[in-house]
């Protein structure tokens, strides 16, 4: 007697796994390595593709500052790729 469908499912994504040779990717700790972008008044961090909108919303909304206030690394970095 077999298992349902769910049990055929585990059992090929083990196999799989295991003839790729490794444990498989997180994609939890890719994006947490990925937050290179930090708030220099509060800390938080955002990811490294994190727009300029959202960051200018964080800075006028939680600190009521402008964008070079907190990210002084972006502001510089987007000034010089104008």
Known sequence: ????????????RARNLKDAGGAAKSQLK???SAMNIQCQICKATFLQTTREAALTEHA?????????DCFPEFAAAAAAAK
């Open 30 to 32: 890719s994006n947490v």
């Open 60 to 68: 006028s909304n939680k600190h009521s500052k402008l964008l070079p």
């Open 1 to 12: 007697m077999g298992g349902g469908n769910g049990a055929k499912a585990a059992q090929k």
